[in-house]
């Protein structure tokens, strides 16, 4: 409302009843640079209990290492497992259970063998 006159209203056709949308060139079949879509899942927190066991020992016993001694051993043996698993896991292609592959790998892939886009 400007100076007391109300705006005429717009009213937007897009998309037009019966009417198509416009035809764009065609493209040659090409595979694109980079697999979009959905996000992967972050990793889930590992050892989240033997760290909070570890840190009760440590407010117990004043955060004296040597009384928490099994706790923090137990601790990082968890973590080397987690660590363990993580880079075993990295190293392969695997496809998921449903039989793709997550878009990182895709990605890597599509990095390290890219489009061919010139012919000789």
């Known amino acids: 409302m400007q ?11 897009w998309p037009a009843v ?6 764009g060139r065609c493209r040659a079949a090409a595979l694109r640079v980079l697999a979009g879509g959905s996000r992967e899942r972050l990793p889930e927190a590992t050892c989240l209990t033997e760290m909070s066991v ?10 004296n290492d040597k009384a928490c001694a099994e706790e923090i051993r137990t ?5 080397a497992r987690a660590e363990k698993e993580r880079k075993e896991k990295k190293d392969e292609y695997t496809l ?16 390290r ?4 886009t010139r012919y000789v």
């Open 96 to 111: 998921s259970h449903k039989g793709n592959m997550p878009s990182s790998t895709v990605n890597r892939l599509l990095r």
């Open 54 to 63: 570890m840190m009760a020992c440590w407010k117990q016993n004043d955060f």
């Open 18 to 23: 019966g009417r198509r949308a416009p035809a």
């Open 113 to 116: 063998f890219p489009n061919i």
């Open 3 to 13: 100076n007391g006159v109300p705006r005429p209203r717009l009213q937007l056709s």
């Open 75 to 79: 601790f990082y043996d968890c973590v």
